[in-house]
């Protein structure tokens, strides 16, 4: 509830301190403020005078300012690292989907691949199921189950 309070306060600091004020007396004695001089009569331009306040307050401010970034600061960290993540979820999902498509299109004996001496070899079906098996578990994984 306090920030919800404090926040506008602290816009509206930087604008008051820009702001011009006039000081202006009508015709009745009646004196007026505005951020406007009058048309038709004279106005003095005043500057209002700003107490130093408690520095206490001062102080509770700026803490409060500090973790309101320090929160700030973490969410925008959080949401990066879970872009991140995102990221990375849709790629392995594209390479699980696309190796799906291939395996699908292709009997195991039409697909080869280079063994451990650089040699290509042919697949056979035990080889062609687990690849298979291991894309579609990495599309579950990674797909939202899609």
């Known amino acids: ?6 926040l506008p306060l602290l816009l509206a600091l930087p604008g008051l301190a820009g702001a011009e004020i006039y000081r202006s007396v009508d015709a009745q004695g009646r004196v007026t403020y505005s951020q406007t001089p009058p048309a038709g009569r004279p106005a003095e331009k005043v500057t209002p005078r700003v107490s130093p306040g408690n520095p206490g ?24 690292e879970q872009q991140a993540k995102a990221s990375e979820r849709d790629k392995a999902c594209t390479e699980a989907r696309a190796r799906l498509i291939l395996l699908a299109q292709n ?10 001496k650089g040699e ?27």
């Open 1 to 6: 509830m306090k920030r919800i309070v404090l």
């Open 120 to 146: 290509m070899e042919r697949w056979n079906t035990e080889r062609h199921d687990e690849q298979r098996r291991q894309a579609e578990e990495l599309a579950a994984e990674n797909c939202g189950g899609s």
């Open 57 to 80: 307050e001062l102080e509770a401010l700026q803490r409060q300012m500090n973790a309101l970034d320090k929160e700030r600061g973490e969410a925008a960290q959080k949401a990066a």
């Open 107 to 116: 009997n195991p004996n039409r697909l080869m691949s280079r063994n451990d």
